[in-house]
């Protein structure tokens, strides 16, 4: 009777699950969208990456592109994006004031900041424009015009290469599941970028308790960004310029108080706080294990670095292109097994994707 019992329930869930990918599949859109910070300059470069995303997944799906530049658009850089997909695409003026200097911040010290760090050859340390371009998706891209339709949008940067065959939605996987935050690369940052970052952090934490999820809560994902249960931070961080998330939690009362007292701090431009870093404790701290999933199935490749699935070898070999042994997870630098430690996961369990009958031969 036992066994029969077993037999019936492991029916059932294979049920759900045969039912849940059908409307992955499905070719009913949710409410989303590509959103890309990208200037006039980075033409070429994006319509690479949009190339890659149309052949490997939109060309089925037609989610509308938002391409948002602190300048206007040329018509030349119009004209030649549109022409690289059958869906809509909006233009959008990023608002002074998110691309600015806020009142409180003191330039000549921010100035002088920028010239010590330019002289100890930090990444990035001398950009004035990348501190401005850190803050702004830190805290506002999310507030744009453009995105006030969407429950989700998907995060996508110049020059970016997607290797692997995207059969199901995953914005559609983002509603089914409820999930909050999706990411494929995770890695460790540059601690002189943030040197006080984590103790403004804690700072906030103290003064808002509200936002914050209970460390205490065996689904808590503190222990992604934190071996000592919260007193320092490890460094981890989800890549973001890959991310697919909820425009809802990006704009929340409790995500956007944590940017506002960051801001007010002025990290941004006193140090080099990242957006990468602020997104990646922001869902540590306030999301469940649960609503937060690896992209393991999608091959994504950033400059040098470079998701590649490793596991199961019919999505290496039938659904991918990538070198398995480039994938960014061989690297001591990459920060997967802290999230799947704080997962209570393995990678494989995070494969959405299906085999087509050949793949399996």
């Excluded at 990468?276 to 999608?298: C, G, N, Q, T």
């Excluded at 091959?299 to 990538?322: R, S």
Aim: hydrophobic residues 35%.
């Amino acid at each position: 009777m036992y066994n029969i019992q077993q037999e019936e329930e492991k029916i059932n869930i294979l049920s759900q699950d045969d039912l849940e990918y059908s409307r992955l599949t499905s070719m009913n859109r949710v409410k989303a969208a590509f959103v890309v910070l990208v200037r006039n300059s980075e033409l070429y470069q994006l319509r690479s990456s949009m190339t890659y995303l149309e052949n490997r997944f939109n060309h089925k799906f037609n989610y509308p592109w938002i391409f948002l530049n602190e300048e206007p658009f040329t018509e030349e850089f119009k004209n030649m994006t549109a022409s690289m997909t059958k869906a809509e695409v909006h233009y959008g003026l990023i608002p002074e004031e998110h691309w600015s200097y806020p009142d409180w911040i003191d330039q000549e010290y921010a100035a002088e900041t920028r010239r010590q760090m330019q002289k100890e050859k930090i990444v990035y340390g001398g950009s004035e424009s990348y501190r401005h371009m850190c803050r702004y998706q830190s805290g506002f891209f999310m507030l744009h015009p453009l995105l006030d339709d969407l429950d989700y949008y998907w995060r996508v940067e110049p020059g970016v290469k997607f290797s692997c065959d995207m059969e199901y939605d995953p914005f559609r996987l983002m509603q089914e599941r409820d999930l909050k935050y999706g990411f494929t690369i995770s890695l460790k940052e540059y601690q002189a970028t943030i040197p006080t970052l984590w103790d403004t952090t804690i700072q906030f934490a103290r003064q808002y308790p509200e936002y914050i999820y209970p460390r205490t809560k065996p689904d808590s994902l503190l222990e992604f960004v934190s071996d000592d249960k919260g007193w320092n931070y490890n460094l981890c961080h989800f890549w973001s310029n890959f991310e697919i998330a909820s425009v809802k939690f990006m704009r929340s009362e409790a995500y956007q108080a944590y940017f506002n007292y960051l801001d007010r701090a002025g990290g941004f431009f006193y140090e080099r706080w990242g957006d990468a870093p602020v997104h990646s404790i922001a869902v540590a701290l306030m999301l469940k294990r649960d609503e937060v999933h690896w992209f393991y199935d999608i091959g994504y490749k950033h400059d040098f670095f470079e998701h590649c699935p490793v596991q199961e070898e019919w999505l290496v070999h039938g659904k991918c292109y990538c070198e398995p042994s480039t994938s960014f997870v061989h690297n001591q630098g990459s920060c997967h097994t802290q999230f799947l430690n704080a997962m209570n996961r393995t990678a494989s369990s995070f494969i959405v994707t299906r085999p087509d009958p050949q793949d399996l031969l």
